[in-house]
């Protein structure tokens, strides 16, 4: 572990190992990430200064990355560092960037209906007794259509946080963090992947969690 701190973050936050593939994100519904974290030992935080430079050159000095590396910036101070005034004065570099993809397409079929086992039409025609023997308002109901079969966009969204030690350059902390949604609107994802690579930080080293964030603790960040 990175210090012996305990999380600050809400308790309601769950945080389970991976065992099923990554549940799609809606509006309606938990924000859920996978959290991948490595660390080496290091003291509890002690005034010590940081900030939060791009990974990505091309993202440096950009009013969208300054945005989301503020969302960064107040999960450090939170923890007790000290955000420095400049990269050349600070004791911690945090190394951010954040991306999604193009999207990819996913088929559902619905099943929808129950079977009509009661007294009906026949199943060749006239008025039958039911059972088995009975068409009703259900699976394969041939007067009522098949299966609907609806398809939509998902998206991968991620964000990579690295820490070095500014004095000699020695990599502290690394951390991947990455949601599968229907959106690809990176102001809403961004703070939510930031949110998640932040609970229960620094966690296990090694260790790959899943992390929800409910709806009911969000305001302006799940908002559509």
């Known amino acids: 572990m990175l210090s012996p701190m305990s999380s600050i973050k809400s308790l309601t936050r769950l945080a389970l190992p991976v065992a099923l593939v990554i549940g799609l994100s809606a509006c309606a519904t938990p924000f859920k990430a996978d959290v991948s974290r490595f660390a080496v030992p290091l003291p509890a935080p002690q005034g010590q200064t940081f900030a939060v430079v791009a990974e990505d050159p091309k993202l440096a000095g950009g009013l969208e990355f300054a945005t989301y590396a503020n969302s960064v910036a107040a999960e450090m101070q939170e923890l007790g560092y000290v955000r420095a005034a400049t990269p050349e004065a600070a004791d911690l570099l945090v190394r951010f960037d954040y991306r999604v993809d193009g999207g990819r397409e996913r088929v559902r079929t619905d099943f929808n209906g ?34 609907d079969v609806r398809s939509y966009t998902i998206y991968t969204s991620g964000i990579d946080l690295k820490i070095d030690r500014a004095a000699d350059g020695q990599r502290l902390f690394e951390g991947k963090a990455e949601a599968v949604s229907r959106s690809n609107r990176l102001p809403r994802l961004v703070p939510n992947l930031v949110d998640a690579m932040f609970t229960g930080f620094p966690g296990n080293s090694g260790e790959t969690l899943r992390i929800t964030i409910r709806d009911d603790e969000k305001t302006v960040r799940n908002a559509d």
Do not use: E, I, L, T
């Not at 009509?116 to 699976?139: I, L, S, V, Y």
């Open 114 to 147: 129950v079977g009509f086992a009661g007294p009906g039409w026949g199943r060749w025609g006239g008025w039958g007794g039911g059972g088995f023997g009975a068409w009703g308002f259900g699976f394969n109901d041939p007067f009522f259509g098949g299966p």
